[in-house]
């Protein structure tokens, strides 16, 4: 049986000093294993991405950013999206933010899904007080735009967040995640061909923060291998630190999604 | 035709075990005003579609009874014609070793390929070795610290005096790396992507260089990636088909790192040897955009880095 899939597009984004506006539609089908892509010409009315917003938010960011700090990347974008897929039809407006901000020879990642800028604000600030390279706290707080980052990969108790559609526009259900195949398909792009994943990961809630405990407020690399590497508060102190991903002993969702993976909520963590 | 538009068709196969898994047509134009970009997967101009489509057909054509008998490997093929470039590469992959060669090198690097492949025996010494870097893979090892340092804009560094690295755009167009030259061609990997300077051909030689073998050494074929930190200068090197060296012995390594600051490369190179050999495969990823960079550099030796 052959599986059909179609995305139309439109989409805007800041990419450095750039403004770039893109218009695509293209079809995927997968006939026994033989996966194919293709553009298609065939039009749906879909309005135009607000640029302004887009060039705006990008503004409002890069005001945020004085030197010594340097905006070493910055993809500012809002799409428009609608889905086919055997049939069924479903519709998006994603935006996305990805943000690094430099202080050599440490930088801060920031990647968001709306437009806000106070996550923004705070971690240029504290990057200002950066100091030099500490040993990791004993114990340490995650702020939740960091645990997200470590939850499609971390070995955690956490559970896939219900939502209308996967790749394929199944419903997505709530679930405990497991060790087992993920039911749901992920689809970034037409052109690449859907893999299993969970979506929309949660943390499972327990344990007791002490407020006390230093707090990691940004990743200053991309997830690692058992480690990550994070901008610590620790008191008046801020510093680099590389934190080993070992017992969680308190975690907290939050309601704020953040693109990792296929996606994750907000996970204040205290390890 | 104005500089500021573009058009490209691309066709993109993968095949594994000599079947066809994924095939991909991909086509677009991109209009620049000023700071915008306007891109569309459509090519307005119907026989300029036509053309570049007739260029990456045709080439396919031509590929695919090269990589058809390669059953023991995954192979990518992919032809871009754009309105700037014309590009047929060939990624060939048996054990998570890759190659990337042109169609008509693709049989000869397979069939290399395959003989180079053999299980590591010995895990990569805990004290250093001097390094040979043979296969023209020391261009990987110089992509990072002479070419990324150049297209960063990072001040050109006291090299041997014996070494020249170069970026040759197609037009003929050359950069001096090692003056810090940034490279001269913009290119990007789609219509949707933004321009940038990038290596299109690096070229690294030797002039009258010293060269000596040291009895007991490390001895590079094939690299599985690189990485060059802009904001500390540091090159990592992955390295995945490498044996070490002593005396009559050789053992094939396990996969390793190397990672050193490219002020520390620059004052490690000892010599080199012979003429540019072509390094089967770079593809460069920067801002998240995969071009292919063809690379060249002779057998050169690198003194064992703390």
């Known amino acids: 049986m052959t599986e059909t899939y179609r995305k139309w597009g439109r989409s805007v984004r800041r990419e450095g000093d750039r403004l770039v506006k893109v218009d695509e539609a293209g079809e995927a089908t997968d006939d026994r294993g033989l996966f194919r892509t293709r553009a298609i010409e065939e039009t749906v009315d879909l ?225 | 035709m104005t500089s500021d538009f573009f058009a490209m068709v691309r066709r993109d196969e993968l095949w594994v075990r000599g079947a066809v898994h994924e095939s991909r047509l991909n086509q677009g134009q991109a209009t620049t005003r000023g700071r915008e970009i306007i891109g569309r997967n459509v090519i307005d101009d119907a026989a300029l579609h036509a053309s570049l489509r007739e260029v990456c057909d045709s080439e396919m054509e031509r590929v695919r009874p090269s990589i058809v008998p390669m059953r023991e490997a995954r192979v990518r093929a992919v032809v871009t014609a754009t309105t700037e470039d014309f590009e047929s590469t060939v990624a060939i992959t048996i054990d998570g070793i890759s190659v990337v060669t042109t169609t008509d090198r693709a049989v000869g690097d397979y069939q290399a390929l395959k003989r180079l492949l053999r299980p590591p025996t010995a895990h990569p010494p805990t004290r250093p070795l001097p390094i040979v870097w043979r296969n023209g893979s020391a261009a990987v090892l110089l992509h990072e610290a002479i070419g990324h340092a150049a297209e960063h804009g990072h001040a050109p560094l006291q090299w041997p005096r014996w070494l020249r690295a170069r970026d040759e755009t197609r037009d003929g167009r050359v950069a001096d790396l090692i003056a810090g030259e940034k490279p001269l061609a913009r290119r990007r990997e789609s219509f949707r992507d933004v321009p940038m300077l990038r290596m299109t051909n690096l070229v690294v030689e030797q002039k009258r260089a010293p060269f000596e073998l040291p009895e007991e050494r490390i001895e590079v074929h094939l690299v599985a990636g690189g990485a060059y930190e802009p904001l500390t200068e540091l090159v990592t090197i992955n390295i995945c088909l490498a044996d070490l060296i002593r005396g009559d012995r050789t053992q094939r390594l396990w996969p390793f790192a190397l990672r050193a600051s490219r002020s520390l490369i620059s004052g490690s190179l000892l010599g080199a040897t012979g003429d540019p050999i072509r390094y089967p495969g770079v593809i460069c990823s920067r801002e998240a955009q995969e071009i292919f960079v063809a690379s060249h550099a002779p057998v050169m030796v690198m003194a064992e880095m703390a």
Request: net charge positive; hydrophobic share 40%.
């Open chain 1, 47 to 271: 309005p135009q991405p607000d640029a302004k917003s887009v060039d705006g938010a990008a503004r409002k960011i890069e005001s945020i950013i004085k030197p010594p700090l340097v905006v070493e990347r910055l993809f500012v974008s809002e799409g428009i999206v609608a889905h086919e897929c055997d049939g069924i039809r479903w519709n998006e407006t994603p935006r996305r933010v990805h943000i690094s901000i430099a202080r050599p020879p440490i930088r801060a990642l920031i990647d968001l899904a709306e437009f806000q800028f106070e996550l923004v604000d705070s971690i240029a600030n504290a990057l200002l007080r950066a100091g030099e390279e500490r040993a990791a706290p004993r114990r340490i707080r995650l702020a939740e735009h960091v645990g997200a980052a470590l939850l499609p990969s971390a070995k955690f108790d956490k559970s896939q967040s219900a939502a209308p559609y996967d790749g394929k526009g199944r419903p997505i259900a709530e679930r405990r995640v497991t060790s087992s195949e993920p039911p749901s398909w992920f689809r970034p792009s037409y052109r690449l061909r859907p893999r299993r994943a969970w979506f929309h990961l949660k943390i499972d809630s327990f344990g007791h923060f002490d407020p006390l405990v230093p707090q990691a407020i940004a990743l200053l690399a991309p997830i690692g291998d058992r480690v990550v590497r994070v901008l610590c508060i620790d008191g008046d102190h801020v510093y680099p630190t590389s934190v080993r991903i070992g017992r969680l002993v308190a975690a907290r969702p939050t309601s704020t999604w953040y693109p990792y993976g296929a996606g994750a909520f907000g996970a204040e963590m205290m390890l």
